[in-house]
């Protein structure tokens, strides 16, 4: 089951950071940063639950 989540969390991390690099590339940096905002988020609640297991 946790590995599900975790699956799931690191193809969510992938399109995000995927996106990120479309948006700064095409010059569109107020997008990527709102993007780079969520993957930050993303991996400090990932941090969080594997400290917490």
Do not use: C, F, T
Request: avoid cysteine.
């Amino acid at each position: 089951m946790i590995m599900r989540e975790n699956e799931k969390s690191l193809r969510a991390l992938a399109m995000l950071r995927y996106q990120a690099n479309h948006y700064q590339s095409i010059g569109n940096g107020a997008m990527s940063q709102q993007l780079n905002a969520k993957i930050r988020r993303m991996l400090d609640e990932m941090n969080e639950s594997a400290v917490k297991n």
